[in-house]
């Protein structure tokens, strides 16, 4: 008995960061998986070059490409936007926005996950999921 409650007690634990990597092509994706995973994904995991994914009006993760030497193909770029739509709330063709990491901002007074986005340096791809 004592046993069960112990392993029950350990999947209680938080779970932070709940980032899950994936790779596409050659590129390390994180993904974040909570609002707090994404805050810690976006804000201190990344730098600034970075390119960052998600799902434009609703909500869902944010999405990385840890790019160091080289920038990614438009197919890399499409297949890690799909990876920010299906990891969103939208469904059927969805928008998903990205930029370089640096253009993603958070203030003190944003709730957990929430960021603003300089869409003068950012594109949109739409993508169906």
Not at 75 to 96: D, L, M
Request: with cysteine; aromatic share 8%; hydrophobic share 35%.
């Amino acid at each position: 008995m004592i046993k069960n409650y112990q392993l029950f007690l350990e999947s209680k634990k938080d779970k932070f960061p709940n980032i899950k990597t994936v790779k596409v092509g050659d590129f390390t994706v994180l993904i974040g998986k909570d609002s707090k995973s994404n805050d810690y994904l976006t804000t201190i995991k990344s730098q600034d070059e970075d390119i960052w994914f998600h799902a434009k009006g609703v909500p869902g993760s944010h999405v990385v490409i840890k790019s160091r030497e080289s920038l990614p193909t438009p197919e890399i770029i499409e297949e890690v936007a799909r990876i920010a739509a299906k990891n969103s709330k939208s469904t059927g063709k969805t928008k998903v926005v990205y930029c370089k990491i640096k253009f993603v901002n958070k203030t003190s007074d944003m709730k957990e996950g929430q960021v603003s986005v300089d869409y003068n340096n950012a594109d949109e791809i739409e993508v169906e999921i």
